[in-house]
């Protein structure tokens, strides 16, 4: 079956730092690729995506590239700010019903 | 107004009692979904629907059912409650084609003493 590995967190960073959250996944066929965000108290919204491989998704000046060699959608930012603290989660959705697989989420906390 | 909305946002009851948890939307999709989440476990899948006649249960069914009333509305009802059903829920919307990407509500918290 499908699966995402995200690494645990909590992922702390002072601002402006370099930020990167690993994704790995596993899936039949060929999947598209998430990363939605979950702020404090809110509910989860799409960060950006890519529904082919080699595709690069951005959005709020973060990136992730689909990596169809190494089963990866790695997130990346250049500089965090604080109001990037969050708990971002990768996903995967593939077949014909598009049944999203969530990983665990990644908090990550940036201090000023 | 947000698209997907979510009733209550918070409600603590006790074990044994039977609730429901409500969500609308006017996004005018056709599929709807409900989640938990709890801490270092990500997002569960409980049930979805595709229309409103066709319900489907989701890894973590057991202990929940739906009811999709409208296409704009699918409910959540826990029969009798139990402490290990606490946890935040999520409903979910999405539209068939095109776009795979999902519309959540806010969630409801979820106290079951």
């Known amino acids: 079956g499908n699966s995402v590995t995200q690494m645990e967190g909590p992922v702390t960073l002072s601002e402006e730092a370099f930020l990167t959250i690993n994704c790995t996944y596993t899936?039949?066929?060929?999947?598209?690729l998430f990363w939605y965000v979950q702020y404090p108290g809110e509910g989860l919204q799409l960060l950006l995506k890519?529904?082919?491989?080699?595709d690069k998704g951005s959005n709020k000046g973060f990136e992730a590239t689909y990596r169809k060699e190494t089963t990866s959608f790695h997130l990346e930012k250049g500089s965090v700010q604080v109001s990037d603290s969050a708990v971002y989660f990768c996903?995967?959705?593939?077949?014909?019903?598009?049944?999203?697989?969530f990983g665990r989420g990644t908090s990550l906390i940036v201090h000023p | 107004d947000a698209d997907v909305t979510q009733t209550p946002r918070n409600r603590i009851t006790k074990t044994g009692k039977r609730i429901m948890l409500e969500c609308s939307q006017t996004k005018g999709h056709d599929r709807m979904y409900w989640y938990r989440q709890d801490p270092g476990l990500g997002l569960r899948l409980i049930y979805y629907?595709?229309?409103?006649?066709?319900?489907n249960k989701g890894e973590i069914s057991d202990g929940y059912s739906v009811s999709r009333q409208a296409q704009a509305k699918f409910s959540l009802s826990l029969e009798s409650a139990i402490p290990n059903q606490t946890a935040l829920y999520f409903c979910?919307?999405?539209?068939?084609?095109?776009?795979?990407?999902?519309?959540f509500g806010p969630g409801t918290r979820l106290l079951v003493l």
């Open positions: 890519a529904t082919k491989a080699d």
């Open positions: 629907s595709f229309d409103v006649k066709d319900i």
């Open positions: 899936a039949t066929g060929y999947p598209s």
């Open positions: 996903a995967l959705a593939s077949g014909g019903s598009y049944i999203p697989t």
């Open positions: 979910a919307t999405r539209r068939t084609g095109g776009d795979e990407t999902q519309y």
